[in-house]
């Protein structure tokens, strides 16, 4: 694979020259041991410089004192493949501008002829780099400077296991200076520093690969001491390994100072603290090392009697590793905010609900009393009426009185709406403040099924409501108003989101120790992706209809409150535009034993 070129006449007969192992030297009478033994002297303290070249000018150092042994030259250059090509020119004594570009230009034919990818003149002065260290330069004679032409070349390309990685190309003013007999030394300098310079490159490839990694490592720990949400990373077996700022700010606000402590598993510090909260968090974490994400965990940090404790939201997840091999987490990263202001502002909130839907309870009261006696009073004036001019005519449908008692009809019927409203407004503020009061006592289910259905049937023709009862005893202990309230809710959703009419199904079952009761409908049906959310507070599906039907998105979120204080259960089956089923559950045997019960509890 070996090629040289040499542009001059070769000159079998060696010069003189000062050098240790040239060839005139070599010539002689020495004896064949001391040609020998001087050889390996020579490799070994040229090798002994190739491999410990750190960089590529200690190898261009190692070459012109290895090839200066051999030859007196005027310039060394090496042209490497790399992608672009890199020129280094290494010259011996000052190189005058017409030496130079001739150099140039007989580089471009060589590397023509040894495989390379064509290159131009002008891309090698674009590539091209000095190196003229002093020490190894030797300036033969003045007179060099006003050379201005080239007399001999050799190009010897640079080869590791196989492959071109460059040329090497000598350069001088006299003719015939490559003498023959050195060609094989010259060939084994250009592979010690063929594979010196690719060591070289290999080298630098991954000095600028750490450089990038430890760049990237700096900017994210930049990125996870600036955030403003806390952030705490734990290794495979929940030791925390990192925690920004902002989390240790978090614990600090908590009393919990970690100085000491670090690195620490969350689970002993629960225990050392004895603080509820921290049992939490190590909880989220162990879950979260079971390859689980959990979104949204609020931790009340605080005492129990704080207005509105410190309150802190947890989302975390395990981390795997980059090839993704191991199926186990190798971590945990848990993102930890402080909440405690939106919980205030919540709490501000459901203050003003509470107040002013006590506010309205008052007037309103008045005003359906009054509606109520108004209608009564013309209704029974009609009918006198009625009895005194005709008994045997209808009443005018266009008298001013009719036309009273109609406004009066609707007045009644919107103040029943606003009453609703705004019994849901406290019902919602009695679950928010863990005030929901209960009434037990004995009744038979299936009488508040049908007095339920029957008052929703009153109210819309387009529904056919059935009632499918399959037990004989129906006895329940729980409060019944509020039993009869759920019902309606799930009812009313029934009747409002089926707005095409169609049958409605009530069933009573009884399973095990329990009572299921399930209500399906023929209406919009719900988005797989929407049920999760329908028993919160003030949610409602938004979809583009979702204005044609009232509401505000409490009668689900009051309802769940009431079956579950009753110790029950409730659910949805539903499809989007196939109907939708509700269904909750109550014990048969009160979860209260209680005859009557009136207590406060506090909503979780
Ligand atoms: P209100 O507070 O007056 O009851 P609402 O009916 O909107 O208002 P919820 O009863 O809590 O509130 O219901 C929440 C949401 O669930 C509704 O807005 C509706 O989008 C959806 N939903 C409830 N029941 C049904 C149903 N039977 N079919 C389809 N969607 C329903
Ligand atoms: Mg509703």
């Known amino acids: 694979m070996t090629q040289f070129m040499m542009e001059s006449s070769v000159q079998p007969k060696p010069q003189v020259t000062n050098g240790m192992y040239r060839s005139s030297n070599a010539h002689g009478d020495h004896l064949e041991l001391e040609k020998v033994r001087q050889e390996l002297i020579y490799i070994n303290t040229i090798g002994k410089r190739f491999v410990a070249a750190i960089d590529r000018f200690h190898v261009h150092r190692a070459l012109l004192f290895a090839l200066q042994e051999l030859y007196s030259f005027s310039a060394c250059c090496i042209l490497l493949k790399e992608n672009p090509v890199e020129l280094f020119i290494i010259p011996c004594q000052p190189l005058s501008a017409a030496f130079f570009e001739d150099m140039l230009q007989r580089i471009v034919s060589a590397a023509h002829v040894i495989d390379f990818p064509s290159i131009s003149v002008e891309q090698l002065i674009s590539s091209a780099y000095f190196d003229a260290p002093d020490e190894v330069a030797q300036y033969r004679t003045p007179e060099a400077m006003e050379c201005t032409e080239i007399g001999s070349v050799l190009n010897v390309p640079l080869i590791v296991e196989n492959r071109i990685i460059g040329m090497l190309s000598l350069f001088d003013e006299l003719v015939s200076t490559f003498d023959t007999e050195m060609l094989h030394f010259t060939t084994m300098i250009a592979d010690y520093a063929a594979v010196a310079l690719d060591n070289v490159r290999l080298r630098e490839r991954e000095n600028a690969l750490w450089r990038q990694a430890d760049f990237e490592r700096q900017r994210l720990e930049l990125v996870i001491r600036s955030m403003a949400e806390g952030l705490l990373i734990t290794d495979a077996k929940g030791i925390v390994t990192s925690l920004n700022q902002s989390a240790r700010q978090l614990f600090e606000q908590a009393h919990i100072t970690l100085q000491d402590e670090f690195p620490f598993r969350i689970n002993d510090l629960a225990l050392t603290e004895e603080k509820t909260w921290l049992c939490r968090l190590a909880q989220i974490i162990d879950t979260a090392l079971t390859d689980h994400v959990i979104t949204n965990q609020e931790l009340i940090v605080g005492e129990p009697g704080e207005t509105v404790p410190l309150t802190l939201n947890v989302s975390a997840s395990p981390l795997h590793n980059a090839s993704g091999v191991t199926p186990q987490p190798i971590g945990v990263v848990a993102v930890i905010n402080d909440v405690t202001s939106n919980k205030q502002i919540e709490k501000l909130k459901d203050e003003f609900v509470s107040i002013v839907s006590h506010e309205l309870r008052t007037p309103l009261t008045t005003i359906k009393g009054y509606t109520q006696h108004l209608i009564r009073r013309i209704e029974r004036r009609i009918r006198r009426r009625q009895v005194e001019i005709a008994p045997y005519a209808s009443s005018p449908s266009d008298s001013p009185e009719s036309q009273d008692l109609r406004s009066l009809y609707i007045v009644h019927s919107q103040s029943d709406h606003l009453e609703r409203l705004v019994n849901e407004l406290l019902d919602l503020s009695q679950v928010q403040n863990g005030q929901l009061a209960l009434q037990y006592s004995t009744f038979h289910l ?38 009869a309230q759920v019902i309606g809710n799930i009812l009313d959703n029934a009747v409002k989101y089926s707005p095409h009419g169609g049958q409605i199904t009530v069933s009573l079952q009884r399973q095990a120790h329990e009572y299921l009761i399930s209500i399906t409908d023929q209406g919009v049906g719900i988005q797989p992706d929407q049920i999760d959310h329908i028993f919160e507070r003030f949610y409602r599906v938004r979809n583009m209809n979702s204005r044609q039907y009232a509401g505000v998105g409490l009668g689900l979120y009051v309802a769940k409150a009431i079956i579950e204080r009753h110790g029950g259960k409730i659910g949805v089956h539903a499809q989007q535009g196939t109907g939708t089923t509700f269904y909750f559950t109550l014990p048969c045997i009160p979860h209260t034993p209680a005859e009557t019960e009136h207590e406060e509890i506090k909503h979780m």
């Open 446 to 483: 299936a009488d508040v099924l049908s007095e339920t259905i029957h008052s929703v049937q009153m109210s819309s023709e387009q529904h056919t409501i059935y009632l499918d009862i399959q037990i004989t005893d129906t006895l329940l202990k729980a409060d019944r108003h509020r039993i």
